[in-house]
């Protein structure tokens, strides 16, 4: 299974980054998504489920900063982070809901004060 997300960096608080991450089609199609992150010293977290109809549920919008979309044409999900903080800084990723025992690669983002 491929789950490989991408678009983290290092950005100025304020900043706004968009993550990507693509899955094995064949997987894709049929589940739910969802982006999940690890915050230094915490357990990773659930973020959004992103039905397969796009609607999202479960979502943890930080406020109206986290946006979660879905292309089912290109098996990606995207996460549109904005007004970034500190706070933030995590390792994000995809998986399916519920999670499938290996996780792909995560995308390190970084938010500076």
């Known amino acids: 299974v491929q789950l490989q997300a991408s678009g983290g960096g290092l950005v100025q608080a304020g900043g706004s980054l968009t993550l990507s991450c693509e899955a094995t089609p064949r997987i894709f199609a049929v589940s739910a998504m969802g982006w999940y992150r690890q915050v230094p010293g915490n357990e990773r977290e659930l973020l959004a489920e992103?039905?397969?109809?796009?609607?999202?549920t479960n979502a943890n919008t930080m406020q109206g900063r986290f946006t979660y979309s879905r292309d089912n044409a290109k098996s990606t999900v995207y996460l549109h982070l904005s007004n970034l903080k500190p706070e933030d800084t995590a390792v994000y990723y995809c998986?399916?809901?519920?999670?499938?025992?290996?996780w792909g690669r995560g995308t390190q983002v970084t938010v500076s004060s």
């Open positions: 992103i039905r397969i109809s796009g609607k999202t």
């Open positions: 998986n399916t809901v519920p999670p499938f025992q290996t």
